[in-house]
Every structure is written in C-alpha cells, then in structure tokens.
C-alpha cells in the first residue's frame, strides 16, 4: 500500500529565505507524485508532478521538486519565499493512472513573515 | 471559465438531519471525486466515479452515498448527519487519462451539532 508522510505541519520562514517542505513516501510499485497548494477557503491547485524522466520538476510560482527514488522523497522548494506563498502544501502519491489511486499527505501549513 | 462549483458552501445540520452536496463541473471531465478534509488528516476519498452512472467507494463511504446522473454532476448525500461528519468536503475531477491532475471545487463547510 502507499503512503506520504510530510514532516512538520507548519513551517514559517522569512520572506525572502529559502522554502523546503518534505515529503516522503511508500509505494510498491513507480510512483506518480504530485504536490498540491490550497489558499485559504480555496480548493486545492497542483503545483507540480513527476511521472517519468527528468527527477527534478519545475512548478508554478518558482516551486520545484526532485524526485529521488533512493530516498524515497519528493520534497519541494523555492529559493526565495514570498508573502503570498503562504498557504497549506500537500504532497500525494498515487501508484494508478486515475485519481482513485491518490493518496495525500497531512498537509504542512507555510507562514511567511515580514 | 467555472470550472468545479459547489453548493453549498456552508452548512449547519442537526444530527440525523439529511441533506445533500452538489458538484457541477464545466470541464467534460470523466472522473469526479469527493473528499473530506479533516485537520492533521489530509484529504480523504469518500467516493468517486469513472463515468456517468457509475460510482465506487473510496477511503472513508460509511454514512455517503453517491449519484452520477449526468456526467457534469456529482452529488453526495448524508442520509442521516453525525457529528463525526463535520468536516469540510472537496468535490474534484480530471479527465481520462495518466496521472490527470485533480481540479477542486472551493469546498462546504459542515457542521452537525
């Protein structure tokens, strides 16, 4: 069975600093995984995937992951944090082709100060 | 440009009090979704469907139910509210296909006292 784990539930940084949230994942089989932003009293959007090819994935708004299968993780970053990037960030894994097979993390909630 | 709308957007029940969720998507999306979102739980599948006329159970059915009449709408319904259903619940959809990401409706907040 798959599973996420996204270490810290909340992170808070300064604006301007450097951004990492983990993830860390199981699956039995390649996984597809995704990271997910949601805005307060929004929906979630995805920010960025990683099916196949190149390990390191570029997302919107200055995000990226890299995907490595070593360590089983997927953690995302931006170099320089900005006040509206503050929001909950979710990583998910799914083993299928269809969303049935998602499986999200907790979720970490990113506050970014003055 | 809709996208996923849901209604409504809050709601206050009473336990055993039934009501129902509605999920309109615009996209022609063959795959629809419902979540519930629980504080340090993430998001959690209650039921989902591959097309129109079908639906199957997800994470968490117990206490939902699901109809996909047409293929734009999704309804979930509580027969008979509890307080362990208050929570805030996300209808998704995506087309056919690998690793189609999710489009999310802004959600309902439920409350069941």
């Known amino acids: 069975a798959q599973s996420v784990t996204q270490l810290g539930s909340h992170l808070s940084v300064s604006e301007g600093a450097l951004v990492l949230l983990r993830c860390n994942y199981s699956?039995?089989?390649?996984?597809?995984l995704f990271w997910y932003v949601q805005y307060p009293n929004q929906g979630l959007q995805l920010l960025l995937k990683?099916?196949?090819?190149?390990?390191l994935v570029k997302g919107i708004n200055g995000f990226e992951a890299e995907f490595k299968k070593s360590e089983t993780s997927f953690h995302l970053t931006k170099p320089s944090a900005h006040m509206s990037d503050a929001a909950e960030y979710f990583c998910?894994?799914?083993?299928?082709?269809?969303?049935?097979?998602?499986?999200f993390g907790t979720g970490t909630r990113l506050a970014v100060r003055p | 440009n809709a996208g996923v709308t849901q209604t409504p957007k809050f709601r206050v029940l009473k336990t055993g009090q039934s009501m129902t969720l509605l999920c309109a998507q615009d996209?022609?999306?063959?795959?629809m979704y419902w979540y519930r979102q629980d504080p340090g739980m993430g998001l959690r599948l209650i039921h989902y469907?591959?097309?129109?006329?079908?639906?199957a159970k997800g994470e968490v059915p117990d206490g939902y139910n699901v109809s996909r009449l047409k293929k734009q709408n999704f309804l979930l319904g509580l027969e008979s509210a509890a307080p362990s259903q208050t929570s805030v619940y996300f209808c998704?959809?995506?087309?056919?296909?690998?690793?189609?990401?999710?489009?999310f409706g802004n959600g309902t907040r439920l409350t069941v006292t």
């Open positions: 998704a959809s995506s087309t056919r296909g690998e690793n189609s990401p999710l489009h």
């Open positions: 699956s039995s089989v390649p996984p597809y």
């Open positions: 990683y099916t196949t090819g190149a390990t």
């Open positions: 998910a894994v799914s083993e299928g082709s269809s969303g049935d097979k998602l499986t």
């Open positions: 996209m022609n999306h063959e795959y």
């Open positions: 469907s591959v097309g129109e006329g079908t639906t």
